[in-house]
C-alpha cells in the first residue's frame, strides 16, 4: 500500500494520516469479556448469574428470562446448580451461540406460541447492541462488560501498516520502526542513536535530529530515569519519576531567571543515581536559576548552597527556623536534630540481630515484570 512521500506528522499516531485507522491510535480496542458477564461464579442461573440479563426495561428482561429458560431446556442444566460447575458445552453456548443449532423458545405461558431459531450468544448480542445503539446509556451499560485488549490490526503500536514498514538500521544490523525504537529504554535507545548506520550524505542530513534527540535521551539518563522505556504511560510514574522527566524537560529548553520548587524528587530513586540527580540540579542553577528542594536525603543537604532546617519537630511540633546557611553552620546548630545527626552527634544504631518476619505476614511476588518489576 502506497502513502505518498513520507512527512513527519505521518508517523504521530495523534494524528489522522498516522494513526491507525481501527483503533484510531489508541493501541487498544474495547472487547466484550465474557468473564465479566458473570458477577459470581458461584451464583445459580435461578439466582440471576448473567448479569447483563438482569437489567433493562421490563420487556426485554421478561424476553431474557424466556431464552434463558429456552437454553436451560435445550442443553438439559439444573438452574440451581452454581454457574461455575456448569457444563462447558452450555457456557460456549451461552457466551458466543449455538452454531445455528436452532433451540426451541416458548414465549407464552400456555406453550401457543414457540419460536425456533439458532442463538446467537450472549457476547455477539452485546455486540451487535454496543454497535446499533443510539442510547449512551445503553452503550455505557455495555461498556462495563467490555475490557481493553491490543489492538488486532496494529498490534498495538498504533500506527498504519506503511509507517510500521520504515525502519532505522543500526551499526549491528538491526532494524527498528518507530513503534520498536519507543519499546526500548532511555539507555537502550541511547546506545542505538549513537550506533546508526548512516552514509555520510544521511549524516548530513540527519544530524541536527540526531543531535537534539541524543541531547534529549542524556538529560532522561541524567535524572536516573535510563531504565523507563520511552513508550511508558505517564499514569504509571512514581511522583518522583514524574517529577524529574519534567526537571530534564527544563534542562533541555535552557530557561533562565525560573524558581523551581522540587519537592523530594529523589524519591523512588536508586541511591546509586543521586550524583546524576545533584549534577543536574547544579546545571539547573549555573543557567541562572534559583532551586528549591525539599529533602530529607543526606546526600542532597549536604550538596545545597543554602539550607533551611525547619522544625523543632514534625508536623504540630515544627513551623520554625531552626538553623540555616552552610551544611557546618547546620552541624554546628545545638538545637538541631538535623544537625545533631549531621555532624554524628547522633546516629541510628545498627541492630545486632534483625528481627525475623513471622511466615504468615510474608508476601511473595513470582515472575513480575510490569513496569519496573523484573
Same mark, same amino acid.
Not at 491507525?20 to 480496542?29: E, K, V, W
Not at 446467537?120 to 446499533?132: C, F, N
Not at 514524574?242 to 533562565?256: E, Y
Given at each position: 500500500?502506497?502513502?505518498?512521500?513520507?512527512?513527519?506528522?505521518?508517523?504521530?499516531?495523534?494524528?489522522?494520516?498516522?494513526?491507525?485507522?481501527?483503533?484510531?491510535?489508541?493501541?487498544?480496542?474495547?472487547?466484550?469479556?465474557?468473564?465479566?458477564?458473570?458477577?459470581?461464579?458461584?451464583?445459580?442461573?435461578?439466582?440471576?448469574?448473567?448479569?447483563?440479563?438482569?437489567?433493562?426495561?421490563?420487556?426485554?428482561?421478561?424476553?431474557?428470562?424466556?431464552?434463558?429458560?429456552?437454553?436451560?431446556?435445550?442443553?438439559?442444566?439444573?438452574?440451581?446448580?452454581?454457574?461455575?460447575?456448569?457444563?462447558?458445552?452450555?457456557?460456549?453456548?451461552?457466551?458466543?451461540?449455538?452454531?445455528?443449532?436452532?433451540?426451541?423458545?416458548?414465549?407464552?405461558?400456555?406453550?401457543?406460541?414457540? &419460536?425456533?431459531?439458532?442463538?446467537?450468544?450472549?457476547?455477539?448480542?452485546?455486540?451487535?447492541?454496543?454497535?446499533?445503539?443510539?442510547?449512551?446509556?445503553?452503550?455505557?451499560? &455495555?461498556?462495563?462488560?467490555?475490557?481493553?485488549?491490543?489492538?488486532?490490526?496494529?498490534?498495538?503500536?498504533?500506527?498504519?501498516?506503511? &509507517?510500521?514498514?520504515?525502519?532505522?538500521?543500526?551499526? =549491528?544490523?538491526?532494524?527498528? $520502526?518507530?513503534? =520498536?525504537?519507543?519499546?526500548?529504554?532511555?539507555?537502550?535507545?541511547?546506545?542505538?542513536?549513537?550506533?546508526?548506520?548512516?552514509?555520510?550524505?544521511? =549524516?548530513?542530513?540527519?544530524?541536527?535530529?540526531?543531535?537534539?534527540?541524543?541531547?534529549?535521551?542524556?538529560?532522561?539518563?541524567?535524572?536516573?530515569?535510563?531504565?523507563?522505556?520511552?513508550?511508558?504511560?505517564?499514569?504509571?510514574?512514581?511522583?518522583?519519576?514524574?517529577?524529574?522527566?519534567?526537571?530534564?524537560?527544563?534542562?533541555?529548553?535552557?530557561?533562565?531567571?525560573?524558581?523551581?520548587?522540587?519537592?523530594?524528587?529523589?524519591?523512588?530513586?536508586?541511591?546509586?543515581?543521586?550524583?546524576?540527580?545533584?549534577?543536574?540540579?547544579?546545571?539547573?542553577?549555573?543557567?541562572?536559576?534559583?532551586?528549591?528542594?525539599?529533602?530529607?536525603?543526606?546526600?542532597?543537604?549536604?550538596?545545597?548552597?543554602?539550607? &533551611?532546617?525547619?522544625?523543632?519537630?514534625?508536623?504540630?511540633?515544627?513551623?520554625?527556623?531552626?538553623?540555616?546557611?552552610?551544611?557546618?553552620?547546620?552541624?554546628?546548630?545545638?538545637?538541631?536534630?538535623?544537625?545533631?545527626?549531621?555532624?554524628?552527634?547522633?546516629?541510628?544504631?545498627?541492630? $545486632?540481630?534483625?528481627?525475623?518476619?513471622?511466615?504468615?505476614?510474608?508476601?511473595?511476588?513470582?515472575?513480575?515484570?510490569? $513496569?519496573?518489576? =523484573?
Amino acid at each position: 500500500m502506497k502513502c505518498g512521500e513520507l512527512a513527519p506528522r505521518q508517523f504521530s499516531f495523534n494524528r489522522h494520516l498516522g494513526a491507525c485507522p481501527a483503533c484510531h491510535g489508541l493501541g487498544t480496542q474495547l472487547v466484550l469479556d465474557p468473564d465479566l458477564m458473570i458477577s459470581d461464579q458461584t451464583k445459580t442461573l435461578a439466582e440471576g448469574a448473567i448479569t447483563p440479563w438482569r437489567h433493562g426495561t421490563k420487556r426485554m428482561r421478561a424476553y431474557y428470562r424466556h431464552l434463558q429458560t429456552a437454553l436451560i431446556k435445550h442443553f438439559h442444566v439444573n438452574e440451581d446448580v452454581p454457574f461455575g460447575d456448569l457444563p462447558k458445552s452450555f457456557k460456549a453456548a451461552l457466551y458466543f451461540g449455538t452454531n445455528g443449532e436452532p433451540i426451541e423458545m416458548e414465549f407464552a405461558a400456555n406453550g401457543e406460541k414457540k &419460536i425456533k431459531k439458532p442463538f446467537e450468544g450472549l457476547v455477539p448480542q452485546m455486540q451487535r447492541l454496543y454497535e446499533q445503539t443510539q442510547s449512551e446509556f445503553t452503550r455505557n451499560r &455495555i461498556r462495563a462488560f467490555m475490557t481493553r485488549e491490543p489492538c488486532k490490526e496494529c498490534g498495538g503500536a498504533r500506527l498504519k501498516p506503511q &509507517i510500521l514498514a520504515v525502519t532505522v538500521k543500526e551499526g =549491528q544490523g538491526r532494524e527498528l $520502526n518507530i513503534h =520498536q525504537f519507543s519499546q526500548q529504554t532511555v539507555e537502550e535507545a541511547l546506545q542505538f542513536i549513537g550506533n546508526l548506520d548512516l552514509s555520510e550524505q544521511q =549524516q548530513t542530513v540527519v544530524n541536527d535530529v540526531v543531535r537534539e534527540i541524543r541531547s534529549r535521551l542524556q538529560f532522561l539518563a541524567n535524572v536516573g530515569l535510563g531504565y523507563l522505556t520511552l513508550n511508558r504511560e505517564s499514569g504509571t510514574l512514581s511522583g518522583g519519576e514524574a517529577q524529574r522527566i519534567r526537571l530534564a524537560t527544563q534542562i533541555g529548553s535552557g530557561l533562565a531567571g525560573v524558581l523551581y520548587i522540587l519537592d523530594e524528587p529523589s524519591i523512588g530513586l536508586h541511591q546509586r543515581d543521586n550524583a546524576r540527580l545533584l549534577g543536574t540540579l547544579r546545571k539547573l542553577r549555573d543557567l541562572g536559576n534559583s532551586v528549591i528542594v525539599v529533602e530529607h536525603d543526606e546526600e542532597t543537604i549536604r550538596a545545597a548552597d543554602h539550607i &533551611i532546617d525547619l522544625g523543632p519537630g514534625a508536623g504540630p511540633r515544627g513551623g520554625a527556623i531552626v538553623a540555616q546557611g552552610t551544611i557546618e553552620n547546620i552541624a554546628r546548630a545545638k538545637n538541631s536534630l538535623t544537625g545533631d545527626y549531621l555532624s554524628g552527634r547522633a546516629r541510628i544504631a545498627i541492630p $545486632n540481630q534483625r528481627p525475623q518476619p513471622r511466615p504468615a505476614g510474608c508476601l511473595t511476588v513470582v515472575a513480575a515484570s510490569q $513496569n519496573n518489576l =523484573q
